[in-house]
Structures are given as C-alpha cells and as structure tokens.
C-alpha cells in the first residue's frame, strides 16, 4: 500500500482548457497497472460528460487512465436508489467510466482503488479485517481491507450463452491481429462482459496484438472485454490454479490489468479443465499478480473473490 504523492498541479499545453473543470481535485491510482483519475463528489454535484471524462483520461492532454471513477453517495444517484433501498450500507457509489467517456458496470481493480481513495480523503474508515458495501452498476460489492490490498466479494459468475456454453464449451469466435485464425471463446458475465480464449503457449499470448480491437462473434449485446489466457504448466501448483493473461477492455484498449477479465478468466479456464480443477487461481497480468477465488455465496450461488494491491500515486488540482 503506498500513500499520496504531495498534490500537484496538471496543466495543459495549451492553457486552462480544462474550462469549467479548473479547480477540480484529483486523484490518480492503479490496481496492478490498471490506473484510473479520481474524483471526489460526495454530494452529487459534479456532472462530468462523456467528453469531461475522456479529455482527463486522456494520456497525452489530460491526466491519463484507463477510466474514471467519480465517488458520490449512493442516495445522490438517481439509478442507485434501488439498490440503497436493498442494501442500506452502500452509503457509497462507484461511479466508473471507460476512458473513452462511455459508461461502465464496474471494474474489479476500480473498486479496490476507489475504497483506497474513499480511506485517503477521510470519506470512510477501515481497518484491517474490516469491510465496506459499495454500490456499484454492477450491483453491491463488499470489499474488505486485508494486509497488502483489499479482497472484494465481485458477486455471482455466469455465462452469457449458457446453454451452449455447458452444451459446447464455447459460445464465440475469436478473431485477433497477430493469431493466424479465429479462436474458439467463452463468454462470461461478472455484472460486465467478457469472452475469453485459451491460447497454447506463452508466444501466443506475446504475439497477439490488442492495439487493434479483438473482432468477437457473436458479440454479446453491451459489447465485450476479450481476455487472452495461457495454462500455466502444470495448471495446477499446491492446489492453485495459474494462469497469465492480457485483455483488450471496451471503450479502453489493451490495459495492464482487468480485475473482472481475471475473475473471468479463472471462470472459464476451471471450467475448461473440469470437475477437479481447483477453487483458488493466480492470474498474472503485465501489471502484476491478482488471487481469484470461488466460494458458496450467501445466495445459494457460487461467488468469485478478487484481491490484490490498490495503490495511490499522486493528488491534485487542475489548472
């Protein structure tokens, strides 16, 4: 866990082309590489457009990240307040952006970030062991605070497609620059969607390149993250899955790390390797390392968990 960077002042090349968002405190943070600009709205008051969003996450002319993750109380947002109703401990809503300005579910590095940040400016308080109910489009996620990162409950799994994902193994094809054909994919919902594909080796997943967005078929309707994934060999080491992994996110482009693309492809790669493949997985990513695991969920479901680091690296004004 590392602490805040002394603020700072992010200015334009060209002046205060921030307009009307001069003045705005900021934070920027990351989750194993996977780094987002933070906003501070307890009460609702800022409304960031797609353009707003899209100028700060921009790398070259604004702050730079994979997205945007403004916090606001859960009883200032109109599409929370069934979930408030439901869950009366989401005092807190993630509300979380593609860095393209596009609105998002959720985003399993982003909320551990965002409870880091919530600690960092005051807005909440917990210790080690403790957990907090956070609100998400994704629905409610619980995060708890562990020794080195945080561990969030991400919900029930399921498959886009599940009749043919059970009857077939796969429900997509997978066409991407760098691989020589289209690649058989299982497409999974944790709250957002992905389609995964298993490759065979690790020059696979190097040579692959996600400059160019992944062509998926059928497409699910919102769209999709696309997760490459590689076996390690052997799969399983002291009764842990492991895999690595790269993604191209929806409305992003290839990032460092995907919190739901891990939990998705632990998802598809156990159900791959069948009846006997373990419930705990470490899923590496360019950015680092993050645990994946699979419990009985209060609801009769199968939960996945996700944990690993949140860390946050600078604060500041924009000019």
Not at 90 to 116: K, L, P
Not at 188 to 198: D, E, L
Not at 240 to 259: A, F, Q
Request: aromatic share 6%.
């Amino acid at each position: 866990m590392t602490d805040s960077a002394p603020a700072t002042t992010a200015n334009h090349p060209a002046g205060p082309s921030f307009g009307a968002l001069a003045g705005l405190r900021f934070a920027k943070g990351h989750g194993t590489g996977n780094d987002f600009v933070l906003v501070a709205d307890p009460d609702g008051a800022r409304d960031l457009t797609a353009a707003d969003v899209a100028h700060l996450c921009d790398r070259h002319r604004g702050i730079g990240g994979d997205g945007l993750i403004r916090a606001v109380r859960s009883r200032h947002v109109p599409e929370a307040a069934a979930l408030l109703a439901a869950n009366p401990a989401a005092e807190w809503f993630m509300d979380y952006r593609n860095g393209d300005g596009s609105v998002s579910e959720m985003c399993g590095n982003g909320v551990r970030v965002f409870v880091h940040f919530l600690i960092g400016q005051g807005l909440a308080v917990l210790a080690e062991g403790e957990a907090l109910t956070i609100g998400t489009r994704g629905g409610v996620k619980v995060v708890a605070r562990t020794a080195d990162g945080y561990r969030v409950d991400m919900g029930p799994w399921d498959f886009i497609s599940p009749e043919q994902a059970r009857a077939r193994g796969t429900d997509a094809l997978v066409d991407a620059a760098g691989l020589d054909v289209a690649r058989p994919a299982l497409s999974v919902s944790m709250g957002n969607p992905h389609t995964v594909v298993a490759l065979a080796d690790r020059a696979e997943l190097d040579g692959t390149n996600l400059s160019v967005a992944p062509v998926v078929t059928p497409v699910p309707t919102y769209g999709t993250n696309v997760e490459f994934a590689v076996p390690a060999e052997p799969l399983v080491t002291d009764d842990v899955g492991h895999i690595s992994m790269r993604v191209h996110e929806r409305g992003v482009g290839e990032t460092l790390s995907c919190g739901t693309g891990a939990c998705a492809a632990a998802v598809a790669t156990r159900f791959w390797a069948g009846a006997d493949a373990p419930d705990t997985w470490s899923v590496t990513v360019p950015g680092g390392v993050v645990g994946v695991r699979f419990f009985p969920g209060p609801d009769g479901r199968e939960h996945v968990e996700l944990s690993g680091p949140a860390v946050i690296v600078a604060d500041g004004v924009l000019a």
